[in-house]
């Protein structure tokens, strides 16, 4: 378990399970859950048991079927109703029931919280907190308390916030974390109420929102200003603008304050981990995320890779292996000689100054016309190989595609593809039929060359994309097509560039078949 001296506590399951189009299933909380404890957070807050059936079952679920190496599990909930007991509540039943030895409680701390949302005094208030808290530290459970909307309750009634934490605090809440619930402060006048709470001599944590885009720079200023607790969601998630990215936060604190939070072997697998839960949530990954988006660390202009050349860490603020991500060369029209011959480095090729230059002029005139490397990695290791060798890197010719798209009697639209290729000595000619032109496109190539190069079987193309570039020219106009294509080890993208969008769809799906078979290890 971690250090009881400073408190990484993840909300991703509750908090972040907020997050408009993110509907968490038991089977998701619990691998989400994992792949916390494998970061090594000392909390994960699984949720409120009671108030929701799914919950309930994640923390019955939990006590069988979690066994974690670092973190322990907080059940979160509410104090007791106002008029009632805490011991006679069933939501406080409900805490006490689901087995986590840990309970966060949400409270008010703003006085016209109190008064118009719970209907109820300000001395009744302090009650209910006084009396769940005991209650539940009579029970045996570890109680923190979330103080919402503090920092607006501070504004309006600065004795009374500061109170609901005295009396939290007495009660025997061993942390009370500030909550920016309407995520509207900034990082300075936040390290102040901070460090007036911190006055009171209870423990502080701090619980921020995004809505400033400053939550995590208002997380630091707290840490700053005395907070030893630190809440926030996995990959940022969270309502409205998310919760504080709890990768950052940590990175932050580890890597430039000095922290230690999680062990550094689970630090240099927080990318993995990243994209792992992205992978459970189904939500696309943010590439721009600090520290662990496939962006992080990407340098596209030909400046920066001219200084990164003598010294990577003249344009990054750290060595990515540090979270376990990887420095990317891009290559586009800005490119120089210096980035070229970095990522023919980064992909195993060593360039002479006339290959760079031939390269760079190739880049510049073939983005000029539209095609982008940066989102094509595939397509430009094979440019590049074709000016390392001299010649183009071809497993097979093309004689002539055709496709038709046929709209028959019941309704249905179906395109029918002929392609005819020459490989390894042999003319083939097959067709293939699909719910769009390039669908069956694709299955004529696999048919003509499955039996020739067995690979291609795990090959699948799983993303299309079009843009028309010349917009003005109405069906005339320039479009790009990128393609990315998988197989059981990895996946590549592929791009192509034509008037005829169909052109551009074939050219992307040649390269990217060419680049599947050149992964199998097939020799030219």
């Not at 290959?355 to 595939?378: I, P, W, Y």
Request: net charge negative; with cysteine; hydrophobic share 40%.
């Amino acid at each position: 378990m971690a250090d009881d001296g400073f408190h990484v506590y993840d909300t991703t399951l509750r908090d972040g399970a907020q997050q408009e189009g993110l509907n968490l299933t038991v089977a998701d909380k619990l691998a989400i859950a994992r792949h916390l404890d494998g970061l090594g957070v000392g909390f994960i807050e699984g949720g409120w048991p009671g108030a929701n059936p799914k919950d309930t079952e994640f923390f019955r679920r939990a006590q069988t079927e979690l066994d974690l190496e670092h973190a322990q599990l907080a059940a979160f909930g509410a104090t007791r109703r106002a008029g009632v007991k805490a011991a006679d509540d069933p939501l406080v039943a409900a805490l006490r029931e689901s087995g986590a030895p840990i309970v966060t409680l949400v409270a008010k701390s703003h006085d016209r919280h109190v008064e118009l949302a719970l209907r109820t005094t300000l001395e009744e208030n302090l009650a209910m907190i006084r009396d769940t808290v005991s209650h539940l530290r009579t029970e045996g459970r570890r109680v923190f308390l979330d103080a919402e909307h503090f920092f607006d309750g501070y504004r309006s009634n600065r004795a009374y916030a500061l109170e609901v934490l005295r009396t939290a605090a007495e009660a025997g809440a061993s942390v009370i974390a500030l909550c920016d619930t309407n995520g509207g402060m900034l990082p300075d006048e936040l390290a102040e109420v901070v460090h007036d709470a911190v006055g009171t001599g209870a423990r502080i944590g701090i619980h921020c929102h995004d809505d400033t885009g400053c939550a995590v720079a208002n997380t630091l200023a707290a840490v700053k200003a005395g907070a030893t607790h630190v809440q926030g969601c996995a990959n940022g998630y969270g309502e409205r603008s998310g919760n504080a990215n709890l990768f950052t936060v940590v990175a932050n604190l580890q890597l430039k304050r000095g922290f230690d939070l999680v062990p550094p072997r689970a630090l240099g697998d927080m990318t993995r981990i990243a994209h792992a839960i992205t992978e459970v949530t189904n939500v696309t990954p943010n590439s721009h995320q600090p520290y662990v988006g496939m962006s992080a660390f990407a340098h596209k202009a030909g400046l920066h890779a001219s200084a990164i050349k003598v010294d990577p860490n003249l344009y990054q603020h750290i060595d990515p292996a540090q979270v376990g991500n990887d420095m990317r060369m891009l290559v586009s029209d800005m490119a120089g000689r210096a980035s070229v011959e970095l990522k023919g480095r980064e992909l195993g090729y060593q360039l002479t100054g006339d290959q760079s230059r031939e390269l760079v002029d190739r880049v510049k005139e073939l983005e000029a016309k539209g095609h982008t490397f940066e989102a094509a990695d595939a397509s430009f290791e094979l440019l590049l190989r074709d000016t390392v060798r001299g010649e183009r890197t071809r497993y097979f010719t093309v004689e002539s595609w055709r496709v038709i798209v046929e709209r028959r009697p019941a309704g249905d639209i179906v395109s029918e593809a002929t392609v005819k290729l020459h490989a390894k000595g042999e003319r083939i000619i097959a067709t293939g039929e699909g719910n769009g032109p390039v669908n069956a496109l694709d299955k004529a190539v696999r048919l003509a060359l499955e039996r020739l190069y067995p690979e291609l079987a795990a090959v699948e193309l799983i993303d299309f994309k079009v843009r028309i570039l010349e917009g003005a020219h109405g069906t005339d106009a320039v479009t790009r097509v990128l393609i990315t294509t998988s197989d059981a080890t990895g996946e590549w993208a592929t791009v192509g560039v034509d008037e005829n969008i169909i052109e551009a769809s074939w050219q992307a799906l040649e390269q990217a078949v060419t680049y599947g078979l050149l992964r199998a290890g097939h020799s030219v």
